[in-house]
């Protein structure tokens, strides 16, 4: 049994992840608001994502 296949698949949606969170602190450190979509579970989230 390979594991190669699903273990690459969570390594790069963890480089990715990192990659857009890095994207996001630096916007934020330069004072612009990153445009951040909200789960739809959370109270409030249609609003703000419109």
Do not use: C, Q, W
């Amino acid at each position: 049994m390979s594991l190669l296949a699903p273990s690459s698949t969570i390594i790069r949606a963890a480089i990715i992840n990192s990659v857009i969170a890095l994207a996001i602190a630096s916007l934020a450190e330069k004072g612009i608001t990153p445009p951040v979509f909200l789960s739809g579970n959370v109270d409030g989230a249609d609003e703000h994502n419109e």
